[in-house]
């Protein structure tokens, strides 16, 4: 049988399926803030905690919806710190941020995209007086940042579209344990065939390693 193109659509609406892929991101950019420039266009990122990258996406539920926000290291795609919140506000990136810096020191840069969190006063403080080299995406180019993008993808069709979070609670559990089995014990081919978490571990540079 030959099946239009909105009638996939509509069946996949009413199936929840959603295609695979990137949407717009949600985080809208504030034209006051200042944008810094993309840094990743040609660099080669050899290892660990060369570039780190975040974001936030969303999160439905049962009822309703949250959001998270994860930090990842670009180069291992270890999950280094989530928070899932119900409002957007700067505050849980920031949160998210700092954890992963006090448990794994500082990258040489963090890739974000133009939203208004990742632009504001707050968060640019949070890498300045760390030494941290701010890299943002082009506008509206999600392919800047594809490590989080195929994050939010296994996310979502590994976990979530197969729950239904009953509160905001179960989700930062479900959320929880779903980041541990994938740092470590999902192996990914890319990573030779290694776990997130061995692979961080692997290419960290020698005076970083942490005993």
């Known amino acids: 049988h030959h099946i239009g193109r909105r009638?996939?659509?509509?069946?996949?609406?009413?199936?929840g399926i959603q295609a695979l892929y990137c949407k717009p991101n949600l985080s809208q950019a504030n034209q006051a803030h200042r944008k810094y420039p993309y840094l990743l266009k040609g660099l080669a990122?050899?290892?660990?905690?060369?570039?780190?990258?975040?974001?936030?996406?969303?999160?439905p539920m049962a009822k309703g919806f949250v959001?998270?926000?994860?930090?990842?290291?670009?180069?291992?795609?270890?999950v280094l710190a989530h928070r899932v919140s119900i409002s957007m506000e700067v505050d849980f990136c920031i949160s998210a941020l700092n954890e992963a810096i006090e448990k794994y020191?500082?990258?040489?840069?963090?890739?974000t995209d133009q939203g208004s969190q990742f632009t504001s006063d707050a968060f640019i403080d949070v890498l300045k007086s760390n030494g941290i080299q701010i890299s943002m995406d082009g506008?509206?180019?999600w392919v800047d940042n594809v490590m989080v993008e195929r994050l939010w993808r296994s996310v979502k069709y590994e976990e979530v579209y197969l729950k239904a979070y009953s509160s905001v609670t179960d989700a930062k559990k479900q959320l929880s344990a779903y980041f541990e089995f994938y740092n470590l014990k999902r192996?990914?081919?890319?990573?030779?065939?290694?776990?997130?978490?061995?692979?961080?571990?692997?290419?960290?540079p020698q005076q970083n390693k942490v005993a």
């Open 7 to 15: 009638h996939t659509r509509t069946l996949m609406k009413k199936m």
């Open 187 to 204: 192996p990914h081919s890319s990573l030779d065939k290694m776990t997130p978490n061995e692979f961080y571990y692997d290419q960290l």
């Open 105 to 111: 020191g500082s990258p040489e840069i963090l890739n």
């Open 139 to 141: 506008k509206g180019r």
């Open 45 to 59: 990122i050899q290892r660990s905690n060369q570039v780190w990258s975040t974001d936030i996406t969303y999160i």
């Open 67 to 78: 959001y998270l926000c994860a930090v990842i290291d670009w180069h291992s795609r270890k």
